[in-house]
């Protein structure tokens, strides 16, 4: 029963979604008030029955029906709760039907949350996010229903993959599809302004929360995926450049770039062009990967199981979709109006490079992910792009982003001195590179490109905390008090520090883990010690233990440190009872400056077992660096300025009047440009 | 500097920027791609030594030994036809099974023998390589033809 209300529901909000990609756009198109109304009752429905066939897949995963195809294959009685409901999204069909649900959330809250917008601008959004909804509703109706009965039922289902039986797995598909679909409302904001005519600073003002919070997910998506790799697959790699998660990288890159290139077309008018097209091409890239995950082209963890339909409904959607925005792009885009002039040091020509930079190092991920697909799929020959070739790539792109990325953010709009902002931060300068190239010998042995690394770090860091203090700190001659300038820090600025704090800190993770872990694997008997980065990993027994769906070996680890004992390890090989496969799981003991690392691998005659026992140090400074960026991320979405404006229409946030003033003084021509022009 | 001459050499400086970083991001992409070979190819000597390579088919039944210092692993891959050596030093995937589908990266030695950096099997139960099928898709392929011609001469 359960599988047919689903299927239903499924086909009601597919309908709800033609409804909601027609309607309001015809409405919009023809002034018609009560049709421009359709789409958000039309956005609130989907959601509804989007929620209802979630709820009815996730109620026969909890029962146990197997009776649904996609139940029997994805599930088991014995599997633990918290994994009958996490496995819902285990497989194609359930995570496609995930996909949509929160496709569903993202229209609901632009419905919701954009009360504010012009009528007509409301209708389009909405109007394209249904357009999108239809095809991915469609997507999971025609080829990859979850609800399919399977005739005669099973007694049994073969189970959730035991990789995926974890709680990395709980949270890293939702946050990641938060991200992938957030985009999706970017790209309606972007189509709706063209088709409008109306690309202007308000149309990225609105854009940019939404843009800021979807890249916020994805970046946590991402980060969550590594950490997930790095302790499941159990070889304590976090990035593989492997297509799949390239698939997510290219995306992000793209979505990085925006963010950024939104921010000149808010405050400054310019590179509205670029910025829709850049909207244009993330959304692009999200499609690009769920087809290369769902396609069957590819052959990784992630890749569901091969089914050519798929893959060319997939191809046929991204090509519509790809196909008519450059085309309405090309039409309208010649519509949009210039922003402001600026010269060559300012900060548009930072955010101009920044730009550049991502979108080349994008392009140069998609040439490496897809060009052996190209290979194969013309029969010519098979061939693989390794992570050589990604880093031989990444390390000059990124060489000269970074070391921006310290003044950027000081840099005046318009115009400035580069003298002045290098004489700055001259100190901060001197410091980070003295450090920065003095850190690598208290981890290891001295490197150049270690140095560079934490020097880099450094520096971000350190610039973004001068400018904070240099903001928070009061006048000599006004009457504020620290605490009355944190309070008119913008939260959107403070964000941006978030963010690009995190990025330094990931940076000094990625050097010291890549220049200084140390892996070993090893034969360890019973009894014996191995030393690794300065701690001795000593076996002290193996034994056999149960877990609920599983059996397992179980070694013990103790580890010292100068003779002191620090910590126990507790790695198993687990043999789970619906599976074939036996499952390695580690046994990690995190710390502020590394991480042990204990995994078991093959059992040997004698008591012993060939471990992988490996430390690795700042690996945290990794994620904690990717939580910092996603929370600046959100925190940027919720600036005051991209809720007031509401109430107070005629009224110019004083960040911007300050701006404007700023624009003002510096050039003779002031309002003109300082301001964006009208369209058309 | 008038405005059309900054104009100019923003212009000068960015098809710089893009013929660099395109040089750079080819040259990076000539020098690290990987190709792929069957044990076919290998013991046909069509293979370059020296450079970082693929190979994929199955694991040979019975090939599989340990050394003596329980690290280094020695197996056979076969395409059907014939198989190579291979060894590798550590920790095979939990997936890897004698008759099973793998594919290993790494480079030809003196004698023939394959030094494998990263071993590869099936992620799941139900999947097959795509290497280690192509390798003994073209292997028959080569049988069948091989056939056809003795028979048909």
Redesign the interface.
Known sequence: MAAELGLFALILAFLLAIAQGTLPLIGAARGDVALMAVGRSAAYGQLVFLGIAYAMLTYAFVTDDFSIAYVANHSNSLLPTQYKISGVWGGHEGSLLLWILILGFWSAAVATFSRSLPREVLARVLGVMGLVAIGFIGFTLFTSSPFERLIPAALEGRDL?P?LQDPGLIIHPPMLYMGYVGFSVAFAFAIAALIGGRLDAAWARWSRPWTAVAWAFLTIGIGLGSWWAYYVL?WGGWWFWDPVENASFMPWLMGTALLHSLAVTEKRGGFKNWTVMLAIMTFSLVLLAAFLVRSGVL???HAFAVDPDRGLYLLAFMAVVVAGSLTLFAWRAGKVGLGGGF??VSRESALLTNN?LLA?SA??VL??TL?PLFLDAFGL??????P??FE??FL??MLPLLLLLGFGPRLRWKQDSPTEQLWRLRWIFAVSLVFGMIWPLFVGSWSFLAGIGAFLGLWIIGSSLKDLVDRIRPRRDSQQTVGTRVGRLGRSYVGMQFAHIGVGLVVIGITFVLGYDDER???MAVGETVEVGGYAFRLERLEEVQGPNFDADQATVVVYRDGQRMTTLTPQMRYYFS??????HTSLHRGFFRDLYV?M??E?PGN?W?M?VYYKPYMNWVWAGAILMGLGGFLAASDRRYRIRVRREDEVPDEDAKLAAAGAVDSGNSKGDAEPKPAG | MKKRQ?RL??VAG?LA?VAA?TG??LN??R??????YTPSDIVAEIVPMER?F?IGGLVEDGSVY?GE???TVHFRVTDTAVAVPVVY????P??FREGQGVVA?GSLQDGGVFKASQVMAR???T?M???AA?AIKRAQREAARTVEHTGGY
Do not use: C, W
């Open positions: 993959n990789m159990g052959t990784s963890v010269e060559i550049v080349v392009a140069a040439l490496g060009y020959g098979k061939i693989s792009v390794g050589p070739y031989a790539v000059p792109l694997d090893v034969r599976q074939q496969q036996p499952m390695a995994n691998g093959e040997l012993a060939v992988r | 900054k050499l923003l960015g920027g970083v750079l991001v990076a992409f020098d690290n791609l990987v190709f792929f970082t693929r340990r210092d329980g690290i030093h550590g920790i095979l939990n997936l990266v992620h799941d139960e999947y390589p795509p290497e192509e």
